[in-house]
């Protein structure tokens, strides 16, 4: 169903109407349009959903530009009809199935399990909210065909999403998502698919639960990708953000051997209306507030903070009496670096990030003696990068980040991991205080061997048609003819990504992006936001650190500031 005009709104929404399955979110839109409300018809109608590499996300309501469970049928619908096509007949093995906390999460999933199961297509699921690593990792134990989570991660929280992964574990990428988008195109009204009703229940024997062993199975493969386990007394204070994470890592801190954990109790079960907090997004202001005030409290050690769905990770570490918070690029460093210095795989280890994530870890492969790649943004093309590398005898895949504080450490799952992520942190932290060391010194260590690096961005925001015809030619001018200079430092090249496709792999292929290099310095990455009206200023500076780490971090911190906001005003948006 695409996107409709002023004249057959009308008919587009009644058709919805008559074939929406949920009497709630039925009755809601046949009240819009007894009301004659077109603005309300419009929101509801006006741009639909539509499926791609991440599936989809909206805000949760009637019609086809909400998440609802008319638009979870056809989804699932779309989906049931691309691996019968694949598989020339319903796959042999099962499809992994999770769900997150948020209010229609269970329903949702219900109802992907119930499509399914009536296109002869089996189903295991989780019978309880689950972080979405422990279902990546189900889809690779498993062998599943494909996994869907039913999640909106760290979105608003009226916001609710359905998350794919192909027949590799990993997240779809071009053409799947493609292939799956013209699939849920061609089928009809929601009410005219199949579906088993009950099969939680048991209506189904092709729906069945999880097996019971699988979270074991995880905890004995995060174990042996731990680069160098330690036990330890620290006090952690951690916080699930009211999401699904805090029960499975409890346990795997218990197994671990890290005895100190301490939950924000407020925010400590899984609850999707988020109650403590405005955006549960551990990258927004305010979200950690409470894990950091019980750390000032308790003394604690460390800080550790997953979003609602468990695969990204926050990290604060005390310093001179305050908490600061490290930046996905500073963790990213410091996780990487953990990988690779205690590497004992002979074949040499692969690290990947995305290309608006620090150099710095390439930096830090190339002194441990390991393969470095950057690919477009999104995890699925970090871990799929690594995928073709090792497939292609390059070495073997170690370790992937994203800045936005996502983490995969080893191939326990073929995703972003939060869990595994914070296991691995408690264990560099103990290392550290077992030899009257902090987390701190061993970044500084890693600032004195390749530098010092800091990343700033900025925004250029411009509303509605007219405002993204002048982002997208700020990028054309840039690209037609580049400074020779921000703020004194001297442009030395400059790399459209918009050109030149072909010679690059599938994983850096064609998008809107302009990096500039500043040589030694660093470099400023420009970009327009793929789903909001704004243009993103990224920008690296790195300079070697004399004595004072702190003082020169903040420093340089400001510089690149101050260059990020010279070069929006050198594009004159």
Request: avoid cysteine.
């Amino acid at each position: 169903m695409s996107a409709v005009t002023e004249n057959d709104l009308l008919e587009a929404t009644r058709q919805w109407i008559e074939g929406d399955p949920d009497p709630k979110t039925r009755e809601t839109l046949r009240a819009i349009v007894d009301a004659g409300d077109r603005t309300a018809m419009a929101e509801a109608m006006g741009e639909p959903l539509t499926f791609g590499t991440a599936g989809i996300r909206g805000e949760v309501g009637p019609g086809s530009g909400r998440m609802n469970r008319a638009t979870v049928i056809r989804t699932t619908r779309g989906l049931a009809d691309y691996l019968i096509t694949k598989h020339n007949g319903p796959p042999e093995r099962p499809v992994a199935l999770g769900f997150d906390a948020r209010p229609d999460s269970r329903t949702f999933a219900g109802d992907t399990a119930g499509v399914l199961a009536a296109a002869g297509i089996g189903v295991r699921f989780f019978p309880e909210v689950t972080p979405t690593p422990l279902v990546a990792f189900a889809a690779k134990h498993l062998d599943a065909p494909a996994a869907v989570v039913i999640t909106a991660s760290h979105n608003p929280p009226a916001d609710n999403g359905y998350k794919v992964y192909d027949r590799n574990a990993a997240q779809i990428i071009p053409p799947t998502d493609a292939e799956i988008a013209a699939a849920i195109e061609r089928v009809g009204l929601a009410g005219d698919v199949p579906r088993i009703e009950g099969v939680f229940a048991g209506a189904s024997d092709l729906v069945t639960e999880m097996p019971e062993d699988i979270l074991a199975a995880y905890e004995l493969e995060l174990d042996s990708a731990r680069p160098n386990p330690q036990t330890s007394d620290l006090r952690i204070v951690y916080t699930p953000l009211h999401g699904v994470g805090g029960d499975t890592l409890t346990r795997l801190f218990v197994s671990a051997n890290h005895s100190g954990l301490l939950p924000v109790a407020e925010q400590a079960r899984p609850d999707g209306a988020f109650p403590t907090v405005t955006f549960p997004n551990p990258e927004e202001a305010g979200a950690l507030d409470l894990a950091l005030n019980l750390a000032g409290e308790v003394d604690a050690d460390l800080v550790l903070a997953n979003d609602p769905d468990a695969d990204r990770l926050a990290t604060a570490v005390p310093m001179a009496g305050e908490w600061r918070l490290l930046s996905g690029n500073e963790l990213g460093s410091l996780l990487g670096d953990y990988v690779l210095r205690y590497w004992r795989y002979p074949e040499p280890p692969i690290v990947v990030n995305s290309i608006v994530s620090s150099p710095m870890l390439g930096r830090i492969a190339a002194r441990r003696g390991a393969v470095h790649e950057a690919t477009l943004t999104g995890f699925k093309w970090i871990i799929n990068a690594g995928l073709a590398l090792e497939g292609n005898g390059a070495g073997r895949f170690a370790f992937g980040y994203e800045e936005a504080l996502g983490y995969s450490v080893g191939q326990t799952v073929r995703d972003k991991d939060g869990l595994s992520a914070a296991v691995v942190m408690a264990d560099l932290a103990a290392e550290e205080a077992s030899a009257g060391r902090s987390v701190l010194d061993r970044l500084h260590d890693l600032w004195d061997e390749v530098g010092l690096w800091v990343s700033a961005q900025h925004s250029i925001v411009r509303a509605g048609p007219e405002g993204q015809a002048a982002l997208l030619a700020a990028v054309d001018r840039l690209g037609s003819g580049p400074p020779s200079s921000v703020q004194g430092i001297e442009v030395t090249g400059m790399t459209d990504y918009r050109l030149g496709e072909e010679e690059r792999p599938i994983w850096l292929g064609k998008q809107d992006l302009i990096e500039l290099s500043l040589g030694d310095s660093g470099r400023v990455l420009v970009r327009p936001s793929g789903t909001e009206p704004k243009l993103k200023i990224y920008v690296d500076l790195s300079r070697p650190v004399d004595s004072d780490h702190d003082a020169a971090h903040q420093s340089l911190l400001s510089e690149a500031q101050s260059l990020a906001e010279a070069m929006g005003e050198w594009l004159e948006v």
